[in-house]
């Protein structure tokens, strides 16, 4: 079947979309918890990066902030003298990742929002610190509720990845279009290149799954 040879440059490009998802997926964990933690400081400069942060990249579009990383931020470096080059999986990495962390941001927030305020009294009563609050508190109650929003967020970023191909970055979208450039097969290639995206988000959602379980299990044993 001649879809066949369509696989191994196909597999070469998932290799590339799974990188990206795991780098970006991490950045955008890292980010959501920095910046949602951050827009509940008290701190007023700390909140104003935060909740700056967070309006910017959830109101303006993903292919925008892509774009502006790979193409606007090299030629503003060379304004103020400094090498601002990324490479196109740094852009793609920094992009997505920052995309979903605004968006993470936001579940991290209700979350920890959500801990039912007799919990903080109690924790006064105690004489716990803010700090200690929100790390014996309010994150070991939160997390386990951030997982299943978590879990959509990493699927979504997963299928955002296609974007990076026009900045040339050979992921599967762009390996796909390369295969339909030259075969015109539009109906074999899209097809498989759909089961592909489907297969990658039905093993990233186990593992969420399987993530959110584990935290699960581990909230559960802490009360």
Avoid at 8 to 16: R, Y
Avoid at 85 to 99: K, S, Y
Avoid at 164 to 186: K, P, Y
Wanted: contains cysteine; glycine residues 8%; hydrophobic residues 50%.
């Amino acid at each position: 079947m001649e879809w066949i040879s369509y696989l191994n440059p196909l597999l070469q490009g998932a290799w590339v979309t799974v990188e990206l998802t795991v780098y970006s997926t991490i950045l955008g964990a890292i980010a959501s918890f920095a910046f949602g933690i951050g827009k509940l400081s008290r701190n007023w400069l700390i909140k104003a990066i935060s909740v700056c942060f967070i309006e910017v990249f959830r109101g303006t579009s993903l292919l925008v902030q892509l774009f502006w990383l790979y193409f606007a931020l090299p030629i503003l470096g060379q304004k103020i003298g400094v090498d601002l080059r990324l490479d196109p999986v740094m852009a793609g990495t920094l992009a997505l990742g920052l995309n979903i962390g605004a968006y993470g941001a936001e579940v991290v927030r209700g979350a920890i929002q959500a801990v039912p305020g007799s919990q903080h009294e109690a924790a006064k009563a105690l004489d716990f610190t803010p700090r200690q609050v929100l790390w014996r508190i309010a994150l070991p109650q939160a997390i386990p509720e951030m997982m299943p929003s978590f879990g959509n967020l990493a699927v979504q970023n997963l299928k955002d990845t296609a974007l990076v191909s026009l900045i040339s970055l050979g992921d599967m979208a762009f390996r796909a279009e390369q295969i339909r450039n030259f075969t015109q097969d539009s109906i074999g290639v899209y097809t498989l290149l759909l089961f592909m995206y489907f297969g990658m988000a039905l093993v990233l959602t186990g593992v969420m799954k399987l993530l959110e379980r584990s935290v699960g299990r581990w909230r559960v044993g802490r009360t």
